[in-house]
């Protein structure tokens, strides 16, 4: 599904944040990405994601070249294929859930109607719905990161991905996190987890470790 050819992305002079990174990711596939602070994974992630731009290299998504995208085009495709979970939520504080989960269905317009009904399928589907006009300020961190997941799937992407979504979490909420995760995969989801956690990661199909830029090792969970 998703093919990375020998990416590069440096800060400066003398820092490669990603040094040569080619790997493949399958459809289906529920990958983790480990590795300390400073070892490139969020970096990765957020070129994954089109957040971030690479130097050099090159990633195909089911043959399409990112580089062949224009700002527009890229804008429409991560909006359709790509759902995105932060670790800080980046809910807006003073929206409704339901506000925040509608952000993606504005911006890829569906109708008033449609975006009632994929807003509520998908709060259910993470156990949010009770909270449909709730504040996102009055939430619990676990109930936050249920709202952030829902936000990124309601638009039907193809691919997850996760940056670190249990690090703010205490244990019980990283389980009923991780657990949602693993559901979505199971219904076909693809899933790319980057976490500190070897606990975490442990769910995953697939886990790859970074340091320096660079993946260092890879094994099947």
Known sequence: MIECYDIIKQYGKDCKALD???EDIKDGEFLAIIGESGSGKSTFLNILGMIDTKDSGAIMFDG???DDLSKKEAAQFRNQKLGYIFQNFYLEPEYTVYKNVEIPLLIAGYSEKQRKVMIENTLKKV???HKINQLAKNLSGGEKQRVCIARALVNEPEVI?????CGNLDSQNTQNILQILKQLNKEGKTIIMVTHSKSDAAIADRCITFKDGKIMNEKTV
């Open 64 to 66: 399409i070249n990112y």
């Open 127 to 129: 156990q949010m719905k």
């Open 20 to 22: 040569g990174i080619s």
């Open 161 to 165: 991905l996760a940056d670190e979504p």
